[in-house]
Each structure stands twice: as structure tokens, then as C-alpha cells.
């Protein structure tokens, strides 16, 4: 029986008001949760059956996203999606800049990438078929 149901990567942020509005005004996510109410630092965004968790630690961490450690990492995140073309142009009439658009790469996936506000970059794809 198969007890795991979903991941959700946990970055590191500059500014949670930038990140959080990132993911929601450009990328259609919904707030999952943001707190504390007094003086927010952490928040939870998702879409469908996804979500990734934002936290704002402190002025000097800053965030590390794997390309800027090692250029055979590029991706922070691996969103699967059933409908990648339908995807990238709901993205693209949004405005989103994409670091690669939709393409057949050399892992047989067929996808998209977006670079976040912090550097973050997310992979949206699906096998090839």
C-alpha cells in the first residue's frame, strides 16, 4: 500500500510578500496558510495537488538554489503536470519570463522553466509521450 501522497520543497526566501505574490499572482497558486498573523515569515502556496513552503529566515540567509552551486543541478523543483503546452501558454498570456520555454529535453521530458524571484528554478513537464 502506497502511504506517500505528495512533496513540498521548502525555500528559502528574501522577502515572503515578493515570493508569495510570485507564486500567486503569476503562477495561479492559492495562500495555503501565512503566518504568524503579526508578523508573517512563513507561508505555504499551492496549486492543485502541490504546494511549496516560503520562509523568510533572517536579513543574512540568503537563498541557495542548486544551479548557483553546481551547473549539472538546474532545478529546485520537478512539477509534474499532464499538460504541459496548456500550462506554458496559460503562464506566457500571464507574463511570466520563462529561463527555458516549452521544449523536448535531452531526458525525454517534455516541459518548461521558470526562474522564481529568489533564483529557485522550477521544471513544469511530463514525460514525453
Excluded: C, Q
Excluded at 13 to 18: F, P
Excluded at 46 to 72: Q, Y
Excluded at 103 to 111: E, Q, T
Amino acid at each position: 500500500m502506497t502511504n506517500l501522497t505528495y512533496v513540498a520543497p521548502f525555500f528559502i526566501v528574501t522577502n515572503l510578500k515578493t515570493s508569495v505574490s510570485f507564486y500567486v499572482d503569476k503562477l495561479g497558486f492559492e495562500i495555503r496558510y501565512i503566518g504568524p498573523d503579526d508578523d508573517p515569515f512563513y507561508a505555504m502556496v499551492g496549486r492543485d495537488n502541490i504546494s511549496i513552503m516560503l520562509k523568510a529566515i533572517a536579513p543574512d540567509v540568503k537563498p541557495i538554489p542548486n544551479h548557483t552551486r553546481h551547473e549539472w543541478a538546474p532545478w529546485d523543483a520537478y512539477i509534474s503536470t499532464t499538460e504541459p503546452d496548456t500550462l506554458f501558454e496559460e503562464y506566457r498570456s500571464n507574463g511570466v519570463a520563462f529561463s527555458k520555454p516549452i521544449h523536448d529535453n535531452s531526458d525525454d521530458l517534455r516541459g518548461f522553466e521558470i526562474e522564481d524571484v529568489d533564483g529557485y528554478v522550477l521544471f513544469f513537464g511530463r514525460p514525453k509521450t
